[in-house]
Structures are given as structure tokens and as C-alpha cells.
């Protein structure tokens, strides 16, 4: 994905401090010539004492809380944090970079799965009982997210690696007028 991203021409690229996202930004930094900004912000959410299980591991082991989160409660699994947290805090992140990105130019966050969910749900404003409409991104895989005067917008979710055979599957932003500024 690396050719791909990099033809956008990142201005910023930020990764979370874990080692598979390091990885996974290294060749899009080396190819765009960008610096690579490390934040633990972006980290997958924190599962607590669910880190590392199964599901169903996780059913039998926490019943009455694995339920609740099934029927859609945004609760702290395992005693670590809610979806709501992990994405004010990757929010925040993109935020709090964004004016280091030129008008019109690309910020790249890598991340985590769930935290890449949290944090479009939040930068979207939406309300987290209806974060899990968002499909998971899968391994490099990635959304566009264009900001608007009136708000974020969600242009593009899921693109992958059929997007190599049609770049423009994940589209110009930078060439809509509506768009404008774009970030």
C-alpha cells in the first residue's frame, strides 16, 4: 500500500508506538519522504483483562460483560477502556496535528482496528452505540476522512488492496470544490 499512499503526498504521517503499525508506516515514510511522528494515542484500544482472549474465551470467562458489549454497551471490557475513550484520545491526536498540514494536504494516522473505528466515530461526531455500523478496517486498509467547514465527512471506508488496480477508488479529495479545506 505504501506506492499507493505515497502518491497522495503525505504531509504528515503519524503511527501508533506499537511495533505493527511502526512497521506497517515505515515504507510509506521512507517512499513519501515524510517524517514518521510516533503517539501512544493511537494505540488499540485498551481491553484490560480481555487483552489476549478468545471470544470465547471472553464469553466464559466474563458473561454478564461480554453480553452487555453484544447488545451494543460501550463499556470498559476487562476493566480497560470504552470505545468512546480510545476514540477522543486518537481524535484528539489527529486533531492537535492537523495544523502542521497544509490547506489541502494529507495527514496519514496509522493505527489499530478498533481504534481506527473509535476514532472516525468520533471525528464524525457520531454516537458510539452506532460506531459498529462502520465496518473494521482490515489490514492495510484504510478510510478517508476530508474536513469541511461544516464538519468531518466520511468519503472513503475499507479501501485495500483492490485499490491498487483503481487508484482512483479512493479518490481525489483535493480536486472537489466542496471540499475545501481539505486535511
Given amino acids: ?32 519522504g515524510v517524517e514518521l511522528r510516533l503517539d501512544a494515542r493511537l494505540r488499540e484500544l485498551d481491553l484490560g483483562a480481555w487483552q489476549g482472549l478468545t471470544t470465547q474465551e471472553a464469553r466464559e470467562r466474563f458473561p454478564e460483560e461480554h453480553e452487555a458489549w453484544r447488545n451494543g454497551r460501550d463499556l470498559p471490557r476487562g476493566g480497560g477502556e470504552t470505545y468512546r475513550q480510545a476514540g477522543d484520545r486518537a481524535a484528539q491526536c489527529v486533531r492537535e496535528a492537523l495544523p502542521q498540514v497544509p490547506p489541502a494536504g494529507v495527514l ?42 461544516r464538519g468531518w465527512r466520511l468519503e472513503r471506508h475499507g479501501v485495500g488492496p483492490d485499490a491498487l488496480a483503481d487508484p482512483a477508488s479512493w479518490g481525489d479529495v483535493s480536486a472537489r470544490p466542496q471540499a475545501a479545506p481539505v486535511r
Fill in 108 to 149: 496519514v494516522a496509522v493505527t489499530h482496528g478498533g481504534t481506527a473505528r473509535a476514532a472516525i466515530g468520533a471525528l464524525l461526531e457520531a454516537d458510539p452505540t452506532a460506531w459498529w455500523q462502520f465496518a473494521p478496517l482490515a489490514n492495510c486498509c484504510w478510510s478517508v476522512l476530508v474536513e469541511h467547514p
Fill in 1 to 32: 500500500m505504501a506506492p499507493l499512499l505515497a502518491a497522495g503526498r503525505p504531509a504528515l504521517v503519524l503511527s501508533s508506538d506499537l511495533v505493527r503499525a511502526r512497521d506497517t508506516a515505515a515504507p510509506l515514510v521512507a517512499q513519501a
